[in-house]
């Protein structure tokens, strides 16, 4: 006679691991999504590079160049930004995945959320990396430029480091320009109210200029150009939140819940 606590153990562990071999195939299906982009793009790597470096190449001064400090940095440099334009690119379905993965756990009304969600989000990610590529890097590089030319220091930078400051740039006002998503998420949880958020808009204002101050080349112009879009953004997902959430009426969470 089988043990009914022993069959459950079982069904429970089955269950398990039918959900750690789905979320490898998900996870599979988004590497070789960025894959397949990835080797279309490669060819063009080192155009990609040139693309990347350019607001800094036309601020740089007269003869002015990058250099090359590792002996593979001249090819593996425009490869890891090549990967990274390969993410951005296939995003849209990797973010599918993690979304195939997790729906049979939501209830219809959070379904109905994903798709606004998915696509705002990428959106916004997309316009905070173009801010940062078209109006925070020439800045930046024009005001370095400025602060060096007294010094008479000469204005170069190794490839693999400037690498990695455009990267840092563009999470920040990646995730900065999230921001209203975030705040919109917040109250349609039902963690925060819009009155909460009014409240607490002194501290987000010090916390943007904090967050910056971490982030930025340390003058003050640069802490500017992150800090005031941020607190910008804040002030739109609070307008955001008053327009669009709307609190749903307990029979509604009900009848959701037991579909």
């Known amino acids: 006679m089988s043990d009914p606590q022993h069959n459950q153990h079982e069904g429970t562990e089955e269950t398990f691991i039918s959900h750690l071999v789905e979320l490898r195939d998900r996870i599979i299906r988004a590497g070789i999504a960025v894959i397949v982009v990835f080797i279309g793009l490669v060819y063009w790597a080192p155009d990609i590079f040139k693309l990347l470096a350019r607001p800094l190449m036309q601020n740089l001064p007269k003869d002015g160049k990058m250099i090359v400090t590792d002996v593979t940095g001249s090819f593996f440099v425009p490869m890891k930004v090549t990967m990274m334009v390969a993410f951005v690119i296939a995003l849209p379905v990797v973010l599918y995945q993690i979304w195939a993965f997790v729906a049979p756990g939501l209830y219809q009304h959070e379904k109905r959320l994903v798709a606004p969600l998915v696509v705002s989000s990428y959106s916004l990610f997309l316009c905070g990396m173009a801010f940062a590529y078209f109006v925070v890097f020439p800045t930046i590089f024009r005001v370095m430029a400025h602060y060096n030319a007294p010094l008479g220091a000469e204005m170069t930078t190794d490839i693999d480091n400037y690498l990695s400051f455009v990267l840092t740039m563009f999470l ?3 995730v900065t320009f999230e921001v209203p998503i975030v705040v919109v998420l917040l109250v349609r949880m039902g963690v925060l109210t819009v009155k909460k958020l009014k409240e607490i808009r002194p501290y987000v204002i010090v916390g ?5 101050a971490v ?9 500017l150009i992150l800090a005031v879009p941020l607190i ?8 955001a939140a008053r327009l669009f959430v709307s609190k749903p009426t307990p029979a509604a969470d ?4 037991a579909n």
Request: proline content about 7%.
């Open 215 to 223: 982030v930025t080349p340390p003058d003050v112009f640069s802490q």
């Open 208 to 212: 943007a200029f904090v967050v910056s």
């Open 232 to 239: 910008v953004l804040y002030e739109a997902g609070i307008i």
């Open 172 to 174: 920040a006002f990646g």
């Open 254 to 257: 009900s009848s959701e819940a």
